[in-house]
């Protein structure tokens, strides 16, 4: 079992830069994958990026490239989302989330979830 505690969201403006952090206790990530996933009322949960903690790779949602950076802290077994140059459409509640095995773009594959942060983003 993996417990994920998200933190850091708020309202800023467009183009101001924001850094959500993501607690992960429990066992050991080294198998696990850990990512972000954003949602907006009636729609689904749309994957951000990811970050494979076994050798650190990282994958990104074609949207965010460039403006988004994912990173961990593997003394604190922290993840971190690193947004810049935000903009109105990214206003989420911003979601971590563990899983174990590979990367994955699919939400449902997803296994462990922090309970949210709101990201709002004023144009």
């Known amino acids: 079992q993996v417990q994920v505690v998200e933190s850091g969201g708020g309202l800023v403006q467009a183009g101001d830069s924001l850094r959500l952090s993501c607690a992960a206790s429990?066992?050991?990530?080294?198998?696990?994958?850990m990512g972000w996933f954003r949602q907006t009322p009636g729609k689904e949960r749309e994957f951000v990026a990811a970050?494979?903690?076994?050798?650190?790779?990282?994958y990104y949602a074609d949207f965010v490239t460039g403006r988004f950076t994912i990173s961990k802290d593997n003394a604190k077994n922290m993840v971190y989302l690193q947004m810049d140059s935000l903009k109105a459409a990214d206003t989420a509640v911003y979601y971590c989330?563990?899983?174990?095995?590979?990367?994955?773009?699919?939400?449902?594959?997803?296994?462990?979830w922090g309970q949210g942060t709101q990201v709002t983003v004023s144009s």
């Open positions: 989330a563990a899983r174990l095995g590979g990367n994955s773009r699919y939400a449902p594959s997803y296994n462990y």
């Open positions: 970050l494979d903690w076994s050798d650190g790779n990282t």
């Open positions: 429990g066992r050991s990530l080294s198998s696990y994958v």
